[in-house]
Antibody, heavy 118, light 108 residues
Framework: EVQLVESGGGLVQPGGSLRLSCAAS????????MNWVRQAPGKGLEWVSY????????YYADSVKGRFTISRDNAKSSLYLQMNSLRVEDTAVYYC???????????WGQGTLVAVSS | EIVLTQSPGTLSLSPGERATLSCRAS???????LAWYQQKPGQAPRLLIY???NRATGIPDRFSGSGSGTDFTLTISRLEPEDFAVYYC?????????FGPGTKVDIK
């Protein structure tokens, strides 16, 4: 069974930084593309960032470009999201998700809450 | 960037009724890149349909997807109590992933 477990969320002040992690098990992580997707309180889903299996292809949503950095450590079966210059509007639950060919996600973590507030 | 619009915003139905949810794209979307998800409060999204019309593993056959180009539909043939939730369509193309705003299916 595929398991994705996010961690690293918390309360941070505007302008601050946070690093999220996603630990994967039950899959061959090194061959899987991955996404970060977020959901602000009471709002819909918003895609944040994508990485291919080897990390050679990376995409970002315009809303986070230049502030967030996605990375992965295939030896540790882990995905990361470094978030800098955080804004109030970055407040959300952040999910990691496996991306299959065609762009859909069939496995999701439970999410980690990031709250940006002074 | 392709924008997805979902309608209606809220659908109020009774158990046993048929639900028809619409997802419209601002430009043509490849059918292989259109998916539907279900989300319940406090839970992660759950994949229902991929490539416009293929049910994901373990999804009951009362869920079906159809459409092509700019118009896609998710149909729930007979609503069960556990189907009351929010449904999102999602597409992938041109190095971007986009979600629709969602349709809430609630109990009438």
């Amino acid at each position: 069974e595929v398991q994705l477990v996010e961690s690293g969320g918390g309360l941070v002040q505007p302008g601050g930084s946070l690093r999220l992690s996603c630990a994967a098990s039950g899959l061959t992580f090194s061959v899987e593309s991955m996404n970060w997707v977020r959901q602000a309180p009471g709002k819909g889903l918003e895609w944040v960032s994508y990485t291919s299996s080897g990390g050679g292809t990376i995409y970002y949503a315009d809303s986070v470009k230049g502030r967030f950095t996605i990375s992965r450590d295939n030896a540790k079966s882990s995905l990361y999201l470094q978030m800098n210059s955080l804004r109030v509007e970055d407040t959300a639950v952040y999910y990691c998700a496996r991306v299959r060919s065609g762009g859909y996600s069939d496995s999701w973590g439970q999410g980690t809450l990031v709250a940006v507030s002074s | 960037e392709i924008v997805l619009t979902q309608s209606p915003g809220t659908l109020s139905l009774s158990p046993g009724e048929r639900a028809t949810l619409s997802c419209r794209a601002s430009q043509s979307v490849s059918s292989t890149s259109l998916a539907w998800y279900q989300q319940k409060p406090g839970q992660a999204p759950r994949l229902l349909i991929y490539a416009a019309s293929n049910r994901a593993t373990g999804i009951p056959d009362r869920f079906s997807g159809s459409g092509s180009g700019t118009d896609f539909t998710l149909t729930i043939s007979r609503l069960e109590p556990e189907d009351f939730a929010v449904y999102y369509c999602q597409q992938y193309g041109s190095s971007l992933f986009t979600f629709g705003p969602g349709t809430k299916v609630d109990i009438k």
